[in-house]
């Protein structure tokens, strides 16, 4: 069964930081389009970071450069974001997310498999 279990979501005051994980099980992450995602009630899920495995390019949304940070630890089979400097607007359910295409998938509609999902609060 072709599964990601996320981690690491909480309350955090503004300024501070969290790790989110996400562990993949049933299939290796090293071949997959990786993302994470975010989303808050009553808008669209939207695209905060991912990874091509073709070439190993980046994007990150404008509104998380240079705060957050994308990472995969291929040996425990985990995709990770860092997140420093959380704002307020950061609060929302965060996703993580994979595809099996070699491609940089920015959207949503495009990833086949989710994880839970994570609450990240940032409030004073």
């Known amino acids: 069964q072709l599964q990601l279990v996320e981690s690491g979501g909480g309350l955090v005051q503004p300024g501070g930081s969290l790790r989110l994980s996400c562990a993949a099980s049933?299939?290796?992450?090293?071949?997959?389009?990786i993302g994470w995602f975010r989303q808050v009630p009553g808008k669209e899920r939207e695209g905060v970071s991912c990874?091509?495995?073709?070439?190993?390019?980046?994007y990150y949304a404008d509104s998380v450069k240079g705060r957050f940070t994308i990472s995969r630890d291929s040996a425990k089979n985990t995709m990770y974001l860092q997140m420093n400097n959380l704002k307020p607007e950061d609060t929302a359910v965060y996703y993580c997310?994979?595809?099996?295409?070699?491609?940089?998938?920015?959207?949503?509609?495009?990833?086949?498999?989710w994880g839970q999902g994570t609450q990240v609060t940032v409030s004073s």
């Open positions: 049933g299939f290796t992450l090293d071949y997959y389009a």
């Open positions: 990874i091509s495995p073709r070439d190993g390019r980046i």
């Open positions: 997310a994979a595809d099996p295409t070699y491609e940089l998938l920015l959207h949503p509609g495009q990833y086949d498999l």
